[in-house]
């Protein structure tokens, strides 16, 4: 079992910077995906970016050149630092791991979830 804690979450205004972490425990396989998804009020959750273990990395259209994803493999840690933040960001973010090293954009692919953290974007 994989227990996916996040942190870093909270409120900024727009034009701000946050960095969010993912840190994972339990039994992970040799090579895995960490991704971050968001989900808005009223929205569907949708993928923001994910990497594999040996760095490759997916981002969606809308945070593209403002996020980077990164991870810590030894400590079993993903990254997701946002900058030039809007308030479409706003949301709750999810971490989640896909037990394989091919890099999906889907939910269904990932089988562990952390409980989310909350990013505010002010006008």
């Known amino acids: 079992q994989v227990q996916l804690v996040e942190s870093g979450g909270g409120l900024v205004q727009a034009g701000g910077s946050l960095r969010l972490s993912c840190a994972a425990s339990?039994?992970?396989?040799?090579?895995?995906?960490m991704g971050w998804f968001r989900q808005a009020p009223g929205m569907e959750r949708e993928i923001v970016a994910a990497?594999?273990?040996?760095?490759?990395?997916y981002y969606a259209d809308s945070v593209e050149g403002r996020f980077t994803i990164s991870r810590d493999n030894s400590r079993k840690t993903a990254y997701l630092q946002m900058h030039s933040l809007k308030p479409e960001d706003t949301g709750v973010y999810y971490c989640?791991?896909?037990?394989?090293?091919?890099?999906?954009?889907?939910?269904?692919?990932?089988?562990?979830w952390g409980q989310g953290t909350q990013v505010t974007v002010s006008t």
């Open positions: 989640a791991l896909r037990l394989s090293g091919i890099v999906s954009v889907h939910l269904s692919g990932y089988s562990y």
């Open positions: 339990g039994r992970t396989s040799s090579s895995y995906t």
């Open positions: 990497i594999n273990t040996s760095g490759a990395t």
